[in-house]
């Protein structure tokens, strides 16, 4: 899963590998997983499938005009033709078979000029170009309005005061101008910008207060602002810009309470920026200014809200980020800066819904996510975290106003991109249906809105990709999946290895939770919400995991993913512990979602493949770990022998006499086929705990034999402990011959301290003393 791993393995000291025998433990609680429910809030409908089965419809070009909604369509038997719905299945149906048979008319540049549908159509009986149609929504109301013998290839339409504004090429005056009253004889040259059969080129187009804008270029030299009110003599120019580095330096036509924006580049004198218009000439001037410190602006998308216009910059400081603007220059300023620095938020689909502006944008903690501004720096803010990997982007795409609530596509990487709604809220931020289930993305293409609903395209993997329908009803009371915030360090209380299973308590699920305070942790917008876990992956390689839902039982926690998920509540008796292996060290752990308790049982399995959103399960996971501690491991004998030094004559000196090193002793004591064991592997030293003295003096020297010290009397609640490097040695009395002994325990060093007393008889695994006890032998003779 991005951003995070299933525990599968930990970092660990193994310092020895023993089979796990069955220590405290029940079997796995019987039954099986369940799935949680899938909570359908919202209703998204397939209007039609228009092309049975699973091929495409091939639904595109659509526009609303008042109840009624037109678009191009394929069934698969007339082609690509006209069609029209009112959202329902009985009121979807073609409208007319323009080109007869399998062959298509399609349809293009849909417009609606005062209630009626105007066109481009391939024309029947030459079917090389497109012509100009119009519709009242019937079969016989759909006609041909002006036909070519050539075939024209008419394009850009907008309409004005009733009449169509559209570009076409009659072959006589190359690409212009023209405009249509939906009558043949209505339909004329509106303006040869270009005299002769030479061509200009068309875009953005805007029609308001009574005339309609647009964008002239020619011959790639310049483009130059127009405005028409569809009439030859109302068709004046308002500004030519040069453009000799950029392919398209006006765009981005704008309406600001009936004044014309936009932003151009002009390689006369290198200025780029924000401009507006009154429609004259003189009125069409910069907005921004150098003075103003706005001066030289890379401007893309623009939008109207309100009294404001918001668009998205780059300054030459700051990368793209959202700016705003009254249409004065020291009113135009950048409004937040999202992403710090020169990399830019990636601003984009600007949209206005009822005075909110929308937006996609990412900052240094966020992908890209959905965001809202009401045009000021704090009211600037993130609507909702969608995709909540680490770094990972939901990308909201698509964004439509329909009657005031917002509907986008989103990825919330686990749903694949599905249709999305919001109110600006974080609760009013939801998946309208998971319309192809799982992972995959029913893909929708949104359209325009029909009133209150919206007509989009998907696939449900059954139908292909064809046309759905949603309204803006209010979102029901549903319940929002919590979130969890793995900045924290959820862990366990720490435990040390060969602790007694009796003893081993665990830690309450509450407070592993409360552990990844104050930096990380659930949050859950419901009311008097609960909090709980669903471990979807253990480390079980060095131990067994455990809970218990009453403190007393225990129960394995058996094999856990997402689909086999356990929950377990955060209250005052559940809790969970780890079994460690014989001798293992290290930091074993689980990954766990959140869980607030509106679905299954507190010890139940789950299936948690569906999380987030309206569910009872977080989307993203986090792991929590739990540290075995090394303690010390008493040595000890396994096979018992006699460990002998060499005999020494009754009459040796003192010089020679330098006994054995301890060190020495066990190697002998191994040699005579004696076996003793530490896991811990640490220095050797002996714990004396007897001595026989009766016939001479046992001695020891920690300086290698340069000073001998006699060994003091000796028993197991008072040793005597040399380490590994000092001797022992033993001085006969004059004229004995026979053998003496001392005994010792083994002792590992771990504690207590060279040349001093320690009790030996501590019964503990940790002691650092053998309860075995090794004997040692010299013969004097």
């Known amino acids: 899963m991005p951003g995070i791993s299933f525990l599968n393995w930990f970092p660990s000291s193994h310092r020895k590998k023993n089979a796990l025998g069955q220590r405290g433990r029940t079997p796995l609680l019987a039954g099986k997983t369940e799935p949680l429910e899938k909570r359908e809030l ?13 091929e495409d419809g091939d639904v595109s070009k659509l526009i609303s005009i008042g109840s009624i909604a037109y678009f191009s369509a394929n069934e698969g038997i007339h082609g690509n033709e006209l069609w029209r719905t009112d959202g329902t299945e009985t009121g979807t149906f073609l409208v007319k078979d323009i080109v007869s048979g399998s062959n298509s008319s399609a349809p293009t540049s849909l ?116 405005k028409t009110d569809g009439t030859p003599s109302g068709t004046t120019l308002l500004k030519e810009f040069s453009t000799q580095t950029y392919s398209e330096t006006i765009r981005g036509l704008t309406d600001l309470n009936e004044t014309l924006y936009f932003s151009a580049f002009d390689d006369s004198d290198g200025f780029k920026g924000l401009w507006k218009s009154d429609g004259t000439p003189e009125g069409t001037v910069p907005v921004t200014q150098a003075s103003e410190g706005n001066g030289s602006l890379s401007i893309g998308s623009i939008v109207a809200v309100n009294s404001s216009l918001f668009f998205t910059a780059r300054d030459g400081i700051h990368g793209s980020e959202l700016w705003v603007s009254d249409g004065t220059p020291s009113g135009t300023r950048l409004l937040k800066d999202i ?87 974080f609760v009013g931020t939801v998946m309208v249906e998971d319309i192809s289930l799982g992972s995959t993305s029913s893909s929708p293409s949104l359209l325009p809105p029909l009133g209150n609903q919206l007509l989009f395209i998907a696939n449900d993997d059954v139908h292909g990709r064809e046309l759905w329908v949603t309204d803006n009803s209010p979102v029901p009371a549903h319940n929002n999946a919590p979130e969890l915030n793995i900045a924290g360090n959820p862990i366990l209380t720490q435990i040390p290895e060969d602790l007694r299973v009796s003893r081993n308590r665990g830690t309450l699920v ?146 020679a006499n330098i006994g054995l090193r301890v060190n020495q002793m066990y190697d002998r004591f191994i040699g005579a086929g004696g076996g003793f064991y530490d896991v811990d592997g640490v220095t050797r030293g002996v714990a004396l705990v007897g001595i026989d003295n009766q016939n001479g003096h046992w001695q020891y020297s920690l300086d290698a034999a340069a000073t001998w010290v006699d060994i003091p009397l000796v028993k197991a609640k008072r040793a005597f402990l040399l380490n590994a490097t000092s001797r022992i040695r033993f001085v006969p009395n004059s004229d004995f011959t026979g053998s003496s002994t001392i005994s010792f325990a083994i002792w590992d060093t771990t504690s207590e301290s060279n040349a001093s007393f320690a009790n030996v008889l501590s019964k503990s695994r940790t002691s650092p003393f053998s309860s075995t006890r090794i004997t040692a032998a010299i013969n004097v003779i």
Request: net charge negative; proline share 4%; glycine share 12%.
């Open 339 to 425: 992403y710090p620095g020169t990399v830019g938020s990636s601003l984009g689909q600007l949209t206005n819904v009822n005075g909110t502006l929308f937006f996609s944008a990412s900052d240094p903690f966020h992908g890209a996510e959905l965001w809202k501004s009401d045009g000021t720096e704090e009211g600037t803010v993130l609507v909702r975290d969608i995709r909540l990997d680490a770094g990972a982007s939901a990308s909201p795409g698509s964004l439509t106003n329909v009657g005031g609530v917002l509907f986008f596509t989103a990825d919330d990487g686990m749903h694949g991109r599905e249709l999305w709604r919001s109110d600006g809220t």
């Open 510 to 655: 509450r407070d592993i939770l409360a552990s990844m305070a104050p930096n990380g942790g659930i949050t859950d917008i419901d009311p008097n919400a609960k909090q709980g876990m669903a471990i979807i992956g253990a480390n079980q390689t060095s131990g067994i995991w455990q809970f218990s839902t009453n403190k007393k039982t225990w129960h394995d926690f058996g094999s856990t993913s997402t689909s086999s998920a356990l929950l377990l509540a955060a209250d005052s008796k559940t809790r969970i512990r780890f079994l460690p292996n014989p001798d293992f060290v290290g930091k074993p752990g689980f990954t766990f979602v959140a869980w607030d308790q509106t679905e299954g049982t507190n010890g139940s399995y789950v299936q948690a493949t569906i999380r987030g959103g309206t569910s009872s399960l977080s989307y993203q996971p986090e792991n929590a770990f739990i540290t075995v501690t090394q303690v010390n491991d008493s040595p000890s004998v396994s096979t018992a022998s006699v460990i002998n030094f060499d005999a020494i004559p009754k009459t040796i000196s003192d010089q």
């Open 111 to 226: 417009t609606n000029v005062d209630g009626t549908l105007f066109f481009f159509a391939r024309n029947p009986d030459f079917v090389f170009g497109w012509e100009l149609w119009k519709s009242d929504g019937t079969s016989a109301g759909t006609t041909l309005i002006k036909s070519s013998s050539d075939g024209s290839f008419p394009e850009s339409l907008a309409s004005n005061n009733g009449k169509l504004i559209f570009q076409t090429n009659d072959l006589f005056h190359g690409n212009e101008l023209w405009v249509s009253d939906g009558t043949n004889s209505g339909t004329m040259l509106l303006k040869d910008h270009v005299p002769g059969a030479d061509s200009s080129r068309f875009d953005h187009f805007l029609s308001m207060g009574g005339v309609t804008y647009y964008v002239s270029q020619v011959s790639g030299q310049y483009e130059q602002l127009w």
């Open 42 to 54: 919202l209703a998204a409908n397939l209007v039609s499938d228009i092309n049975p089965g699973i």
